[in-house]
C-alpha cells in the first residue's frame, strides 16, 4: 500500500495490488450478504450462529417479513452497494461500515473529480455506469419503464437522488407519480398510465410503502412492496436490506463469510461490540483511549463518543443517551488496541459496487480523515477528495 505521510497535501494512492485485495473482499463481502439475505427470507440457517437472539436477533427476524421472497434468484436483492474501508498506518485494509438500503456519495465523487480533472478516474466512473446500465436491463421488460423512486422534498440527499437517476438515465418520480394496481406499478399522468416494471429506490426502508412499514409516510408508494413480493415489479434494493444500517447486523459480516463462503475474509472488519455485553462494556468504559462508542444506525448523524477529545460534559451527556437506549449504541475497537501502539487510521475511503449476478467495483473512491476505529471524521461532503488507483 502506498502512503502519504499525514503532513504532506498530496492524495494517498492505492496501488494496483493492493486495490486487487480490496475489489476481492468487495465481491465476497456483497455475496456472503446476499446469501444471508435470502436464508433470512427462508430457512434462516445462521439463526444457529447468533449467540443469543437479543436485540440484534429480533431485528432481523422483523426483517423477515419485508424481505422479497417470491422473487427467483438471491442475487436482486442488493443491486448498489458503498462500503467504507480505512487504511492503517502499515498499510492493511479495513471494512468499517456497510450501505446497502440507500447508500450515496456517487454525486459526491463525481462532482470531486471534476475539481481534480483526473481522466483516468472519470474514465472509471463512465465505465462503472455502462455497467450500472446494462446490469438493469434483464428487469426491464419491452412494454414498460424503469424509474427512480426518491422524495419530492428537497432535502440533503435530494441532490444526490437526483444525480442517479441522470447517472442511470432514467426518470426521477415522486410518489405522487405512481400508483400501485390490481396488474402492477403504473405511472399515471393526464394522457394515459405507463407500466412500471423496475424501481430503484432511494427512500429508506420505513418511508418505502405506508402499508408495509411506517403507517405515517407520505413519500411510500401503498402495495409497493406487495406487488414486489408477487412478482409484479422489481425493487432495488430490495425491501429488507435497511437491516444492514445496523453496525451489529455489519459486524457479523465476517462470519457470514465463513458460514456461506467456506473461507476467511480476503480483509479484516474493525471489531464492533454489542453494548449488550455487559462485561465488554465494563472494560470498555475502564479503558476509553481504546474504544469509540457511536449509534448502532449507521444513518444516525449523532457523533461518537471519543474519549481523546471530548469534555467531561460530553461524556455525561452521551452515556445518559446510552443509559436511555443501550440498543441503539455499539462500542467500537480502536485500530491502536486490537494491532498494537504502532498502528493507527492513516485515512477513511468509501468505494462502490453494482450489479446483480455479476457485479462490477468501481475503480476509486472518495477518501477522508478518520476517527480512531477507521470510521470517517465527517459526512463525504466534506474534508473530501477522490482517491486514485495506482498502475501495475
Known sequence: MELIPPSSNQIPC???LTWKTVEEAVLERMEAVELFLADVAGKFRFLSRLDSIGTIGKSILNAREHLVTALPSFQRRIWLAAVDLTCDSDGQMWFVDDHYCCPYGLGTFSRLLAETQNKTLSANLESFSAAAKSSLQQFRNSDSTAVVLGSSTFNTTYRENRFLADFLGLPYMSQRQLEMQRTGLFQTSVCSDQKVSLVIRRLQDDDLDPNSFRAESLQGVRGLVRGARRGLVTVLNAPGTGLFNSRKVSRLIPQMIRFYLGKEPALPTVPTIDVGDKSAFRAATKNMSDFIFRTDNSMD?????????????????????????????????????????????????RTFCVGTSDRTVLRGGIQRSSHADGTPTGPVTQDSTAIPIGVE
Do not use: M, W
Open 14 to 16: 492505492i496501488d494496483a
Open 301 to 349: 448523524v449523532l457523533k461518537p463518543l471519543v474519549a481523546e477529545s471530548a469534555t467531561r460534559t460530553q461524556k455525561l451527556g452521551y452515556f445518559q443517551k446510552l443509559k436511555a437506549s443501550p440498543e441503539n449504541f455499539v462500542i467500537r475497537r480502536t485500530l491502536k488496541s486490537v494491532c498494537g501502539d504502532h498502528t493507527k487510521a492513516n485515512f477513511s475511503f
